[in-house]
């Protein structure tokens, strides 16, 4: 256990420590990861605020019934676990595996401005979200919208709807309607 030095990190959120479990310092762990046990596929985990986060190693884990837990490094009793319950897990973004040109993560997207392919700027992202048939951006449209819009939703089809993702000038190239 050591504490963060550097508080300008960009991290991300990947679970969270739940309640102990038995009394060697096991806890509860909720993966936000995708597949559910992608969580212990980072380290360190940086646990609480980002300001004030220590990091954490995992020792040990296993599944338990639907769920999972695992022991840490540094959390021997009940007692340890206990003061890190309800705690997030982050890590630092740079663990993240680099994806080719074509993909993006999510959090790359939030912030940038989409544009439809005849030039009209349909405003920014504000967050992304999973439906049952696709994936869904919600793009809160400009103050002065030429179409009385306040936020739109977009799929994110790629080659259908979303026609270029340009990483360096944070811009999304759709086709797609604005009166819509």
């Given at each position: 256990m050591?504490?963060?030095?550097?508080?300008?990190?960009?991290?991300l959120?990947?679970?969270?420590i739940?309640?102990?479990?038995?009394?060697?310092?096991?806890?509860?762990?909720?993966?936000?990861?995708?597949?559910l046990?992608?969580?212990?596929?980072y380290?360190?985990w940086?646990?609480?605020?980002?300001?004030?986060?220590?990091?954490?190693?995992?020792?040990?884990?296993?599944?338990?019934?639907?769920g999972?837990?695992?022991k840490?490094?540094?959390?021997?009793?009940?007692?340890?676990?206990?003061?890190?319950?309800?705690?997030?897990?982050?890590?630092?973004?740079?663990?993240?595996?680099?994806?080719?040109?074509?993909?993006?993560?999510?959090?790359?997207?939030?912030?940038?401005?989409?544009?439809?392919?005849?030039?009209?700027?349909?405003?920014?992202?504000?967050?992304?979200f999973?439906?049952?048939?696709?994936?869904?951006?919600?793009?809160?449209?400009?103050?002065?919208?030429?179409?009385?819009?306040?936020?739109?939703?977009?799929?994110?089809?790629l080659?259908?709807?979303?026609?270029?993702?340009?990483?360096?000038?944070?811009?999304?190239?759709?086709?797609?309607?604005?009166?819509?």
């Amino acid at each position: 256990m050591s504490q963060a030095s550097d508080t300008s990190v960009d991290t991300l959120v990947i679970g969270k420590i739940g309640a102990p479990y038995g009394v060697k310092g096991w806890v509860k762990i909720t993966s936000y990861t995708h597949d559910l046990d992608g969580v212990f596929a980072y380290t360190p985990w940086l646990l609480g605020q980002v300001q004030e986060s220590n990091e954490y190693v995992v020792d040990q884990w296993r599944t338990h019934n639907k769920g999972l837990v695992a022991k840490l490094v540094g959390v021997e009793t009940r007692d340890d676990a206990e003061s890190i319950k309800n705690l997030e897990i982050s890590i630092k973004a740079e663990l993240l595996p680099q994806l080719d040109d074509n993909d993006v993560y999510w959090r790359e997207l939030v912030g940038m401005q989409v544009v439809t392919d005849k030039g009209y700027n349909l405003g920014v992202i504000k967050e992304l979200f999973e439906t049952g048939a696709n994936d869904v951006m919600l793009v809160k449209a400009n103050l002065n919208d030429a179409f009385g819009q306040k936020e739109r939703m977009i799929p994110y089809l790629l080659e259908q709807v979303i026609k270029q993702v340009d990483r360096q000038a944070r811009m999304v190239t759709v086709d797609w309607d604005p009166a819509f």
